[in-house]
């Protein structure tokens, strides 16, 4: 998803982007509008978890408790998994196999060419969790650790928001079926736009492996 390209430049917007767009391809710049510590980034995130959990709680167990509530709690949760599982699972994922971070960055879809137009606009303006890496440790990295670490963020945007619906249909809350479906067509999208494009965090991991 949301990253920029890790070339050990913390520089924003980067001096040489243009000079990176004609030598390089033109892989797209990602667009950030800010950056947090390590520290707030997580705990933002993990609140985000929380709050979901707190959601899928509420369709669960309040009662009396109307379909709209629970259709209504289901997509909560579905919405703030999608947000805030992603960046803090390329921190995790790298953290275990050493590599550390220098912050999060906050900006639009590292992987705009992967939604159809309408759509691309919006997914360029979301605030969306990407980590900046901290160059000496992505150096003593090992290519598959780097890998890792990379394909952890976009495959847990798709399967840990699914995880949610499936949870909703098996707690037989109304509505649910229907909603999973459309996450489990979303989660494939997700993968597969990301799987193509040039820029997303698969690529990323393919680059790191073919260095
Ligand atoms: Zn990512």
Not at 23 to 43: E, P, T, Y
């Given at each position: ?85 992603h960046?803090?699972?390329h ?62 963020g976009v ?46 965090d ?10």
């Amino acid at each position: 998803m949301q990253h920029k390209q890790v070339n050990g430049s913390l520089e924003f917007p980067p001096r040489n982007a243009v000079a990176n767009m004609n030598a390089s391809s033109s892989l797209q710049q990602r667009k950030i509008f800010g950056h947090l510590s390590i520290v707030v980034g997580n705990m933002l995130q993990i609140a985000g978890i929380a709050a979901a959990c707190v959601a899928l709680a509420l369709a669960r167990f309040v009662q009396p408790r109307t379909a709209a509530f629970a259709a209504a709690m289901l997509i909560v949760a579905w919405l703030f998994l999608y947000f805030f599982c992603h960046g803090i699972a390329h921190w995790a994922v790298g953290r275990l196999l050493g590599i550390r971070f220098a912050f999060y960055t906050i900006g639009g879809t590292g992987n705009p060419e992967g939604y159809p137009s309408g759509m691309r606009w919006v997914f360029e303006h979301l605030p969306l969790f990407g980590v900046q890496t901290d160059r000496a440790s992505m150096q003593k990295a090992s290519p598959k650790a780097k890998a890792f670490m990379w394909s952890a963020g976009v495959t847990s945007s798709a399967v840990v928001p699914t995880i949610s619906t499936v949870w909703g249909w098996r707690a037989g809350i109304a509505g649910s079926k229907l909603f999973l479906i459309f996450a489990m067509f979303w989660a494939i999208g997700t993968l597969s736009s990301n799987w193509r494009s040039q820029t997303g965090d698969y690529a990323k991991a393919r680059r790191a492996l073919h260095r």
